[in-house]
C-alpha cells in the first residue's frame, strides 16, 4: 500500500501496490498551504515514509499529547466556537521525508516538525486547509487507514 496526499483536492488515495485505488478520504492540510520550513506550519511536500504508527486497539477520539495517550477521551464540548485547539486524537501516522535538503534534516525535517496524519475533531473543516501543518482525517477514516497501513510504506505529498 503507499499514500498519495493532493492538497489541491484536500484528498487522501490509499493505492493498492500494483496502483489501483482502493480509497480515498477527505483530509486538511495547512491553512498556511504547504513549504517544508520548521515553523511554518505549512504541510510539507515530497516523498515521506510512515515513520511510526501510534494508537493501535486505542478507543476512537482518545487525545494525544507528544504523541502519547493522554488517558481521556475528546467529546464535542471539549471544542468550543473559539477554541484554536489542535486537537490530535483516534490514531497517529507520524511522516518522515526522505528527500535530504528538501523534507528530510536540518531545517526541512518532516519528522523533527512532528507532521502526522491524525483524527481530529474539527469535522466541519475537513475539505478545506485549516490545520497547522498535519494532515487531519475524520476519525473513523483514521482508524481505517491505519488498520491498512504499514510502518514504511511511502506517501507522497503533492499541491496537484
Not at 7 to 18: A, G, H, N, P, S
Not at 92 to 118: A, K, P
Request: aromatic share 8%; glycine share 10%; hydrophobic share 35%.
Amino acid at each position: 500500500m503507499y499514500i498519495k496526499i493532493s492538497i489541491l483536492e484536500q484528498k487522501l488515495f490509499l493505492y493498492r501496490d500494483d496502483n489501483t485505488l482502493k480509497s480515498s478520504f477527505i483530509v486538511s492540510t495547512a491553512e498556511k498551504g504547504a513549504g517544508q520550513n520548521k515553523g511554518s506550519f505549512c504541510t510539507p511536500l515530497g516523498q515521506h515514509i510512515v515513520r511510526a504508527k501510534i494508537g493501535k486497539d486505542l478507543p476512537i477520539y482518545s487525545q494525544f499529547v507528544g504523541r502519547r495517550p493522554a488517558g481521556k477521551i475528546w467529546n464535542p464540548s471539549m471544542s468550543g466556537l473559539s477554541s484554536k485547539e489542535d486537537w490530535i486524537l483516534t490514531r497517529i501516522l507520524w511522516l518522515s521525508g526522505l528527500e535530504v535538503g528538501f523534507n528530510r534534516l536540518g531545517d526541512q525535517d518532516t519528522m523533527q516538525r512532528f507532521i502526522y496524519i491524525h483524527g481530529t475533531d474539527d469535522k466541519i473543516h475537513l475539505g478545506k486547509p485549516t490545520s497547522h501543518g498535519c494532515i487531519r482525517m475524520d476519525n473513523q477514516d483514521i482508524i481505517e487507514l491505519f488498520d491498512q497501513i504499514h510502518i514504511g510504506d511511502q506517501v507522497l505529498i503533492s499541491e496537484t
